[in-house]
Structure formats: structure tokens, C-alpha cells
């Protein structure tokens, strides 16, 4: 009999890690971390890590992948099975971690000989999107393009001949991004189970909606002649938030944070993940002279100063969404001088992180107008309705929310007749 046990991300947003498997196969989905305090790390059996066949990782962002190392700590000798691009980005958000750690006066529950101790193998040169190739006899995979970050995969495996499907981080909603529609029941494919992206619950806003609400946010400080900061991550919607603002804003100047550029220009070098036109796209605004670029202190400094100097509305990109690190920090602490200035929280937000508190303080004690709305990369209710319709699947777990928002929109799909469907929590098990 095989299992699916729920190590984390179920009822939660944070920590994403699934074991599959039974007493002689095994392998891992994703195996991430909640950013909370000195940080939640997934509910790891070291027996089970040790044995396991193969791990999968859907793409970088910390939630999904930062936790990896502890599997070579607890005795894991195999290999991550991803894509070249995710492998290549991880450095970046190990860092940013241990930074973060050592911030809140925590230490990593692992050291340098095991992040060293990580072997990769690429998925994409295995086999192209759509296509099966075989790992070992008893294990098969399939893996497409998921939309969500430059790198980043739903797959499908099948263990001694029972089928999964996990989406990882889903959206077909990205500008830049394209996504293979994982259409699996007009395939004539029926899964054994599916673990899916339910990040944003009973959420029906289509990204139209969104970027109205984002657009109307950002009129509110440019034309009080404010300086508007989005904190975003290094790579994933801070790209097209770039080409957006560029566009809705064409004589509003704009400051990037260099790292947000060097992601940019990693797309351009990987044409085969975006849309049609997206490269050429891209390569018009690395070309062009619109952003200002942000390579140290000094130039964040000078431009600061001569942006509230001039009473000039401005737009300025800093790399860190939840506003962790001193640098975003500094932002605020300039911005909070004026009430025309305004920062805007485009993604999750974790408890405790210093955007999450600064979003619960009201505007005069603020001292500038800070504001949450969400630029959609994940899915929402329509969206999970239309995947959830796309699969013919024994069980569908909805993950990547809290378990009383996954609760609410189970209930929803329940009342328009779906089935089948669960909402669970980590430490839950789950008969294949």
C-alpha cells in the first residue's frame, strides 16, 4: 500500500513538502520553509528521508526549497530532481535565508558541508515539457511549465505504477511566462491523486481586476507627487510588475534595485520559457534608458535624495516582498517623512515579518500610505474550479493556504458538485 504524507504546505502558507511512497519506494515533493520567527521547517521522518529514491523540486522560492540541505543532513545520498534554471537561483535564496535567520538571533539546522553535499539532475534535459522518461523501473515522470517563476514545474509521477499529480505554484495569469496546461483528462489519464496550488482560496479576481486595483493604489501616491516603493522578489513578479509600471507610467521615472535586472536579463537568456514576444519585450526595456539602476548604497542614497529634493513622483523596486532586510528598511524609514509617499505589498505576507506589521499600522502612524494588493500568481477560485475540472483524480488536496481559508473554498467547489476533495493539515496521511 503506498502513502501520501503531508510534511508541510496543507492548511498552511509556507514549508510546501510531500512524501510519497510505501516500504520500498519513496521520493519527496518540494521540501521548503515557513518564514515565521527563526523559521518552520518541514515534519521530516529522518527514516524516511534517509530511504528515499528521489526528491523533486518544483522551483526556488524559498517555501519550496530552502529546506533541502536538512535532507542530506538526516541521510539523503541521491539526487534534486529539477530544472537547470531553479538549480542556478538557489544560492541566491540560501542566502537571503541565512540572512534572514540570523536577523531574528536563530541558526540554520544545517551548515555549509551540507548545502555543499546537494547533487542536482535536470529535468529538462531528461525529457522535453509533456513527455515521460523514466528515473528507475518502478518510477516514471512528466513535468511542464508552471507559470509561476522563470524555472518553475508542475509534475507527474508514477510510483510502481500509481499516478500523482503536483502542481507546485501555478498560474496561467503571467505576461511573461508560458505555461503548459496540465489538461490531463483529455489525455485519457486518471490520477491516483493531486496535490494542488490553492494559495489564494475563495478568491474570484482575475488578474485584470488586480492590476486595477494595483493601478488605482499607485495613482493615489504618483499623483501627490510621492514616492511609490514595491518590494517584490529577486525573480517571479517583479519582472512584469517592472514592463507594467513602465508602461501605465511612461514619464515617471523609475529605480531598480540591480538584482531585479539580472533576473530580467536571465530570461531573456531562457526564450523557450517565455510567450511569444516576451524576449523582444525584454530585450526593448534592457536596452532602453528607462531604469535608473541601483548597484550600491551610495546610488540608492543619491537618487533618494534627489527624488525628495525635486518633489518628483518616482517609482523605485527593492528586492525583498516581506521587508526583512535593512536595505527595504531603509526605504521606509525615507518614505515615512512624507504622507504623499506610499509603499504597495503585492504578495504573501508573512505573521511577524516587518511588512505585516507595518500594513497594521494605520496611516498616521505609518506616516506614509502603505497597501496590500495582490498581483495574482497563483490560483484563486476560478482557477483551482478549472483545474480541478481538467483531472479525473481518486483524491485533490488543496494546499498553499491557511486551513481555515482552504476549508471555505472546499466548501464552495462542494456546493457546485465537485468531489473528492480534500483540505488537510501537516502530519496527515493520505491511502493512494
Given at each position: 500500500?503506498m ?23 519513496s ?18 521522518d529522518?527514516s ?55 536577523q ?17 539532475a ?80 475563495t ?7 488586480k ?34 509600471m ?86 521606509y ?40 494588493t ?27 493556504a ?6 471555505a ?9 465537485e ?14
Amino acid at each position: 500500500m503506498m502513502h501520501v504524507e503531508v510534511w508541510g504546505g496543507a492548511g498552511e502558507h509556507g514549508r510546501s513538502c510531500y512524501w510519497i511512497g510505501n516500504t520500498r519506494s519513496s521520493v519527496m515533493l518540494d521540501c521548503g520553509v515557513k518564514r515565521e520567527g527563526i523559521g518552520e521547517y518541514p515534519l521530516l521522518d529522518a527514516s524516511k528521508v534517509a530511504a528515499l529514491d528521489a526528491v523533486f523540486l518544483s522551483h526556488a522560492h524559498e517555501d519550496h526549497s530552502i529546506a533541502i540541505p536538512l535532507l542530506y543532513k538526516l541521510g539523503y545520498t541521491g539526487v534534486v530532481w529539477t530544472t537547470r534554471i531553479t538549480a542556478g537561483q538557489l544560492p541566491g535564496y540560501y542566502t537571503s535565508w541565512r540572512n534572514y535567520v540570523g536577523q531574528q538571533g536563530g541558526a540554520l539546522p544545517y551548515d555549509e558541508t551540507h548545502l555543499a553535499s546537494v547533487k542536482y539532475a535536470f529535468i529538462e534535459e531528461a525529457a522535453p515539457a509533456q513527455h515521460w522518461f523514466a528515473i528507475s523501473p518502478t518510477l516514471r515522470l512528466c513535468w511542464g511549465r508552471s507559470g509561476h517563476m522563470l524555472g518553475s514545474i508542475w509534475i507527474l509521477i508514477e510510483l510502481e505504477g500509481k499516478r500523482l499529480f503536483y502542481s507546485g505554484d501555478y498560474s496561467e495569469d503571467s505576461i511573461l511566462l508560458e505555461t503548459d496546461s496540465p489538461r490531463l483528462i483529455d489525455q485519457g489519464i486518471t490520477l491516483d491523486g493531486a496535490i494542488l496550488d490553492a494559495a489564494y482560496s475563495t478568491d474570484t479576481d482575475e488578474q485584470e481586476t488586480k492590476l486595477e486595483h494595483l493601478f488605482k493604489e499607485a495613482d493615489s501616491v504618483l499623483n501627490a507627487n510621492g514616492l511609490l516603493l514595491l518590494p517584490v522578489p529577486v525573480c517571479g513578479r517583479g519582472q512584469e510588475l517592472l514592463l507594467l509600471m513602465e508602461q501605465q507610467y511612461p514619464e515617471t521615472p523609475i529605480r531598480v534595485e540591480h538584482e531585479l535586472i539580472e533576473s530580467m536579463k536571465l530570461m531573456l537568456q531562457h526564450p523557450s520559457w517565455l510567450k511569444g514576444g516576451m524576449a523582444a519585450r525584454l530585450a526593448e526595456a534592457l536596452s532602453s534608458s528607462r531604469y535608473a539602476i541601483i548597484l550600491t548604497d551610495d546610488d540608492r542614497e543619491r537618487l533618494l535624495q534627489e527624488d525628495i529634493a525635486g518633489s518628483r513622483a518616482a517609482i523605485w523596486f527593492t528586492t525583498d516582498g516581506m521587508m526583512q532586510s535593512s536595505k527595504a528598511q531603509r526605504y521606509y524609514d525615507v518614505l515615512r517623512h512624507n504622507p504623499n509617499n506610499g509603499i504597495l505589498i503585492t504578495g504573501h505576507v508573512a505573521k511577524g515579518t516587518f511588512a505585516w506589521r507595518l500594513l497594521a499600522l494605520p496611516d498616521a502612524e505609518s506616516g506614509c500610505r502603505i497597501r496590500a494588493t495582490r498581483y495574482k500568481i497563483h490560483q484563486g477560485l476560478p482557477d483551482v474550479r478549472r483545474m480541478v475540472r481538467s483531472m479525473r483524480s481518486n483524491f485533490k488536496l488543496l494546499v498553499h493556504a491557511p486551513k481555515r481559508d482552504t476549508d471555505a473554498l472546499l466548501q464552495q467547489l462542494e456546493k457546485e458538485g465537485e468531489q473528492d476533495l480534500l483540505s488537510l493539515q501537516p502530519g496527515t496521511r493520505i491511502v493512494l
